[in-house]
């Protein structure tokens, strides 16, 4: 059972940036994909940013230009780099991670609050 826990969620101004990260519990190589999504309240998941196991990144319209996903395969570790931070950017952020093996298999993170607010 793959583990994910995300770090970095806080209270940032309007302009500024925050990077979160994912640590995995186990090597991410294998991993066919991950990816960022966020959750605003009375709103559903979206999925805002993601990145292949070859490296090959895709962004939600809505954050293209200012987030960066990447990922670290020796630390095991996803990081979301935001910068440009807007209110409307406020939500929990949650990791996710795809495996393919005979089956799929996804795996979420617990989720970290972002509030962007003066």
């Known amino acids: 059972q793959v583990q994910l826990v995300e770090f970095g969620g806080g209270l940032v101004q309007p302009g500024g940036s925050l990077s979160l990260s994912c640590a995995a519990s186990e090597s991410i190589f294998s991993f066919d994909h991950m990816a960022w999504y966020r959750q605003a309240p009375g709103k559903q998941r979206d999925l805002i940013a993601k990145i292949t196991r070859g490296g090959s990144t895709n962004y939600a319209d809505s954050v293209k230009g200012r987030f960066t996903i990447s990922r670290d395969n020796a630390k095991n570790t996803l990081y979301l780099r935001m910068n440009s931070l807007k209110p409307e950017d406020t939500a929990v952020y949650y990791c996710?991670?795809?495996?393919?093996?005979?089956?799929?298999?996804?795996?979420w993170g617990q989720g970290t609050q972002v509030t962007v607010s003066s």
């Open positions: 996710y991670a795809e495996i393919i093996m005979l089956s799929k298999y996804d795996y």
